[in-house]
């Protein structure tokens, strides 16, 4: 997002009929040096495919799966909400220190993100 500082490595939402047939999508991202690396069965068919450089993510969801319209609100929401999208930049720079692995920096900066998506719901309707 323009405006946003961000890490190292771009997360790539692609949204595929059915997650669970790697067969249809594997093999073409692969063959650019895509490498599978995570499969997550148990929350929402969730694949991950990663790429070394640059550094990339490419997370697979299904076609209805609330985890990709998610995203989009909250990226929607940064891009015209200024204040929130420097709260969350702040987090981000925040969790940096301490190390250890991806899923400790997310757990540093989550609360952060909790109160965006509250105020963003909210503003939505949806609580």
Known sequence: ????AGKNVVDIDL?????????AYVPALSSIGYILTVREP?????????LQSPRANVHVFGSD?????RHRMFRDWLSTHPADRLLYESAKRAAIPGGG??????RRKSAVIREIY??????????
């Open 65 to 69: 799966c609330p985890e990709t319209i």
């Open 42 to 50: 148990s929350w929402h068919q969730h694949r991950c495919l990663q």
């Open 15 to 23: 949204t595929v009929t059915n997650p669970a047939d790697e067969e």
């Open 1 to 4: 997002m323009p405006g946003l």
């Open 118 to 127: 509250d105020r963003l719901f909210r503003d939505a309707g949806m609580l």
């Open 101 to 106: 692995h991806v899923m400790d920096y997310n």
